[in-house]
């Protein structure tokens, strides 16, 4: 099919600049190449994007030096600023990042394979989620705005940044969930070293400019290369004080063994998950059905909260395995940006062939596709194989899958899944579907013991940002939600006065003459 004239690539995008210290700086080494899985020639081949920069150790030292001299110990024109102007800079900064919508969508379709619907919602989410954590701020700030008086001692309770953080994102949101990171670790005041991900690089190119021109030298600095090449030294320093990571446990445990002090280390990560449906026998299957195929399949599987494993009960198994499997067929596979698609190449080369080897594996002990197109294969898909019966000595079972590939589990007990959960390495989420209220109430009363979210009659998510995001074991540590993540970055920390006519005369001062940043009643409207 002919590619629109919008979503053509007419220009490489050749990233030769990478951002520290408030300056675009070039680079002159090692560059990578960035590939799409998208081909744009009738036989197939991958696309060029363009090229990034592979930056070495000394340009991510200076990088750090960057961040650590714009936090300055604590005295850094960030970490000190008043709130109404650290959120003047980030709105100004929403404001131009609002102009490059266009780009970025394209690039995220061209880049990680995500539907044209779906892009644009990244984009879209992405801005009201910073709209969204200036408000939150702002409410944290007004709450902040008064002082305390306990037995004789005054205080005056803000909270305050933490200091250097690292942030690293995941390729499968690589806007969103990057910006749910970095977002609330600036706006508190935390100079920040960020490292796109491996995927879903280049859509951060036509930021870059925004970045420069919208925050205080050294605030933001945006570096591209190899983790180990490039986050290694940085944390090797301990001179980080904030590891925020969406990604996987392996790199979190990683990086964080590099710290030398890792009791001084904060740590906000979004890790691996394998969430379960649980379907029981009094389930409305054409809702079950409808849900599981979004949970399961949404953006091919390539979400940590896709559902991963169904748990479907024996009395409707049949059924239910026939609806969805009939219905997994019915999706269609294109470009991201044709009329209608579900499904869309994969981004990672490698991944048709994974996905191969769970179908391999789980077919040679005992298991069958159930959809006729299941594990049908291209340069850069395979078509969702709908597995049955899964059992626990099957790769998919174990492994997290996060591709196109839907494990089913047959139960008779309810306890066979509880079990499972409880076992899991995981605890992120789970979907229970069932509307008996004198079943599901012992059963949701056990499942908020081992997840941290229970989807009703609806499939696993991240949204609304207002609510807590989080998991269990392996899942998760820390909470990510528009008010959590502003917690998550900061620390409380107060000014304490013991109530006397000497102390109190200082105290009125300093609000009189508004020469403290911190001390400040002033209410933002």
């Not at 026939?322 to 994969?346: C, H, I, M, S």
């Not at 899944?417 to 979907?431: E, F, H, I, K, R």
Request: aromatic letters at 8%; charged letters at 25%; glycine letters at 6%.
């Amino acid at each position: 099919m002919e590619i629109p004239e919008a979503y053509k690539i007419k220009e490489l995008v050749h990233q030769k600049t990478y951002l520290v210290n408030g300056e675009l700086k070039q680079w002159t080494g090692e560059t990578a190449e960035v590939y799409s899985t998208i081909s744009s020639t009738k036989t197939y081949k991958q696309t060029l994007l363009g090229t990034i920069p592979q930056l070495d150790g000394e340009a991510a030292m200076s990088a750090l030096k960057s961040a650590t001299d714009a936090y300055a110990k604590g005295q850094g024109e960030w970490p000190t600023m008043k709130v109404i102007d650290r959120i003047a800079c980030m709105e100004k900064f929403v404001e131009q990042m609002k102009t490059k919508r266009e780009e970025v969508v394209k690039l995220l379709m061209w880049e990680i394979g995500k539907n044209l619907p779906d892009s644009e919602k990244e984009f879209d989410r992405t801005v009201d989620y910073i709209y969204d954590t200036i408000e939150a701020y702002k409410q944290i700030d007004r709450d902040s705005a008064k002082f305390e008086k306990n037995s004789g001692v005054y205080a005056h309770i803000r909270r305050g940044p933490l200091g250097v953080v690292l942030c690293l994102g995941p390729y499968n949101y690589p806007l969103n969930e990057t910006f749910t990171l970095l977002i609330p670790a600036l706006i508190m005041g935390n100079p920040v070293i960020f490292k796109p991900a491996k995927l879903g690089v280049l859509l951060i190119s036509p930021l870059l400019e925004a970045f420069q021109n919208s925050f205080p030298k050294g605030v933001v600095n945006i570096v591209y290369g190899r983790g180990r090449v490039i986050a290694t030294p940085i944390m090797q320093s301990g001179k980080v004080d904030v590891l925020a990571l969406i990604g996987n446990s392996t790199s979190a445990n990683a990086l964080q063994a590099e710290h030398p002090k890792g009791n001084r280390l904060r740590m906000v990560l979004g890790l691996e998950a394998k969430n379960p449906a649980i379907v029981l026998p009094d389930a409305d299957l054409d809702l079950a059905v409808e849900e599981c195929i979004a949970g399961t399949l949404s953006f091919n599987g390539q979400r940590c909260t896709a559902l991963k494993v169904l748990y479907v009960h024996e009395s409707v198994v049949e059924e239910f395995n026939r609806r969805f499997a009939f219905k997994v067929d019915q999706l269609k596979f294109g470009n991201p940006w044709e009329p209608g698609v579900k499904l869309t190449p994969l981004p990672e080369v490698e991944k048709p062939a994974y996905i191969q080897e769970l179908i391999d594996d789980a077919k040679a002990k005992g298991a069958a596709v159930l959809n006729k197109k299941g594990g049908e294969t291209t340069e850069n898909f395979i078509f969702p194989a709908v597995m049955y019966p899964t059992k626990k000595d099957m790769r998919v079972f174990e492994e997290e899958q996060f591709g196109p590939i839907v494990p089913i589990v047959s139960f008779s007990d309810i306890e066979e899944p509880l079990d499972d959960m409880a076992a899991s390495n995981y605890g992120q989420q789970v979907s229970l579907f069932g509307k008996n209220v004198n079943t599901l109430s012992p059963l949701i009363d056990t499942l908020v013991n081992l997840v941290c979210r229970v989807n009703l009659n609806s499939s696993c998510q991240r949204g609304p940002d207002v609510y807590p995001f989080t998991g269990r074991k392996d899942s998760a540590f820390g909470t990510l939600s528009v008010h959590d993540a502003l917690r998550s970055f900061s620390i409380r920390t107060f000014v304490a006065s013991k109530d006397n006519d000497y102390n109190n005369a200082i105290l009125n001062e300093l609000l009189e003459k508004k020469t403290s940043n911190f001390i400040s009643t002033d209410y933002i409207l």
